[in-house]
């Protein structure tokens, strides 16, 4: 059973930084395709970021140069560092994994494994 537990949100100024973790368990951590994900209240879920097997990144066009995703084989996690926070960032941050590549890669419903999310408020 995969399991996917996100932690590092919280509330900062607007330009602030944060560094959001997903420890995975359950799985072979280093062959999946792993990512971020973000809902707003009243908006739709969306793509933030993808990491693949081999390192491979892809970014939603709205982090595109402030964000950073990475991940840490040894220590089964994936990060998401977020720089030059804006007030349109907060959302609740999902983190989602899939054994193969999903296309599209923003398709939420496409990842096997999902989080329970950790929420991140700019103001």
């Known amino acids: 059973h995969v399991q996917l537990v996100e932690s590092g949100g919280g509330s900062v100024q607007a330009g602030e930084s944060l560094r959001l973790s997903c420890v995975v368990s359950?799985?072979?951590?280093?062959?999946?395709?792993m990512g971020w994900f973000r809902q707003a209240p009243g908006k739709e879920r969306e793509g933030v970021a993808i990491i693949d097997s081999d390192g491979n990144t892809v970014y939603a066009d709205s982090v595109k140069g402030r964000f950073i995703i990475s991940k840490d084989n040894a220590k089964n996690t994936l990060y998401l560092q977020m720089n030059d926070l804006k007030p349109e960032d907060t959302a609740k941050y999902y983190c989602?994994?899939?054994?193969?590549?999903?296309?599209?890669?923003?398709?939420?419903?496409?990842?096997?494994?999902r989080g329970q999310g950790t929420q991140v408020t700019v103001s």
């Open positions: 989602v994994a899939d054994a193969k590549a999903v296309v599209p890669w923003d398709w939420f419903g496409g990842y096997s494994s």
């Open positions: 359950g799985y072979r951590y280093s062959t999946y395709c």
